[in-house]
């Protein structure tokens, strides 16, 4: 699986490069058959300081996204992929009903 991470209006650390890598590669576990990951890191300069992560899944034949917003990238980046096994394990819920 290829993995890419885009960090908009920063400079993103190693450690949250390799946080960001471990948590896509654990979507391996419910589908292996991901071809590629693009991961957008993005820091809106206001007040609140809002951290968000746009992760994007291919599968073959199909494409999911999920987006959340955060005080930190750890964080939303967590949730995103939370929101992503969810996705993932309806799809595969689909499928195996469909062979029956």
């Given at each position: 699986m290829n993995i890419k991470i885009t960090a908009r209006k920063f400079k993103a650390?190693?450690?949250l490069k390799d946080f960001v890598k471990d948590e896509v590669k654990s979507l391996l576990k419910i589908n292996d058959d991901i071809i590629s990951a693009d991961v957008i890191l993005s820091?809106?300069?206001s007040h609140e300081s809002i951290k968000k992560s746009e992760i994007t899944i291919h599968i073959p034949g199909q494409t999911f996204v999920a987006t959340e917003e955060s005080d930190?990238?750890?964080?939303?980046?967590?949730l995103a992929?939370?929101?992503?096994?969810?996705?993932?394990?309806t799809l595969k819920s689909k499928r195996k009903s469909r062979v029956k």
């Open positions: 650390r190693e450690t820091y809106q300069n930190e990238f750890t964080k939303s980046v967590t992929v939370e929101k992503l096994l969810r996705q993932l394990k």
